[in-house]
């Protein structure tokens, strides 16, 4: 079981070298092993508390602080709900794909009871996690719960998927926002709408691992519906997320770290276009994760900006 790791995650990670054989399946299906998305998943959250601190220059830092590490914790729980749902919800599909087979229900290493389960008691945490915020975020969290819902089937549906996962992953920069501002404000939808487009992009990347897979299986994906036009998608998708992100800042009145800091991000957001190759699945996974720094990236350029 320990040298029957995904494609797409090391032989050497912690979960293989350290877990006990019995829980190994669990911190697979929970992608323990790939914490990639608890990060992309936990930088929009952030975002919006430092956005909110921004607009607000009222907060205490300590609440600050407390906030972000409670959004630390629920970004690894729930990105692992979220996982064990999907993998529920596609464990037919998954055995057909290079890059999926080896997860946890497609190769047998866990019951779809157990994964069920598995499943309740994660939401369970989340829950608890939720209830320390308030009303406002809690609320917002319980509506965040429709989004992640439909995603995993969007793929069946449409050929934008990305955009459905842009929506359900970037949910966190309202709740991020309302659990230290009274009110929403349009700068954070600014930087939610910023979000989605940055998720679209990178996610397009990531598909194109599993192009030539998903066709054959019937799936669909911005990957597929885009092919060799994915550059030129990735210039336009990743410049309105720039952009959105630069009317952000106007509207918060950031200062001047702000838009240097910005700058590096559509550097790098070219770097990812220039590197990418739909063609190379290495890269492509290569170039999807350079957005967890990228992601800390655009938390500084909020912080900064006090």
Known sequence: MRDQSPADASNNNWVNQFLPTAFIPYARLARLDRPIGSWLLF?????????????????????????????????????????????????????KVERTRNRPLPAGQITVKQAWAFLIVQCLIGLCVLLQFNIQTIILGVLSLAPIAIYPFMKRFTWWPQLFLGIAFNWGVFMG?????????????????????????????????????????????????????????????????????????????????????????????????????????????????SNRILGFIIMMAFALSL
Not at 46 to 56: D, F, H, I, K, N
Not at 75 to 91: E, K, Q, S
Not at 241 to 264: D, H, K, P, R
């Open 43 to 95: 930088w929009p959250c952030l975002w919006g508390v430092w956005l909110a601190q921004l607009e607000t220059g009222l907060i205490p830092l300590s609440q600050t602080l407390y906030v972000s590490a409670l959004f630390g914790v629920g970004a690894i729980v729930m990105r692992g709900a979220g996982c064990t749902y999907n993998d529920i919800v596609d464990r037919d599909y998954d055995g």
């Open 177 to 289: 926002y309302a659990a230290l501002a009274s009110n929403l404000s349009v700068t954070v939808g600014l930087v939610y709408v910023a979000a989605i487009f940055w998720t679209i992009g990178y996610d397009t990347i990531y598909a194109h691992q599993d192009r030539e897979d998903d066709d054959l299986i019937g799936l669909k994906s911005s990957a597929i519906r885009l092919g060799d036009k994915t550059y030129i998608a990735l210039w336009v998708i990743y410049g309105l997320s720039v952009l959105s992100f630069l009317a952000a800042g106007l509207m918060a009145f950031a200062g001047l770290w702000f838009y240097l800091i910005m700058g590096a991000v559509a550097l790098h957001l070219a770097w990812q276009v220039l590197n990418t190759d739909i063609n190379d699945s290495d890269k492509c996974l290569a170039v999807f994760k």
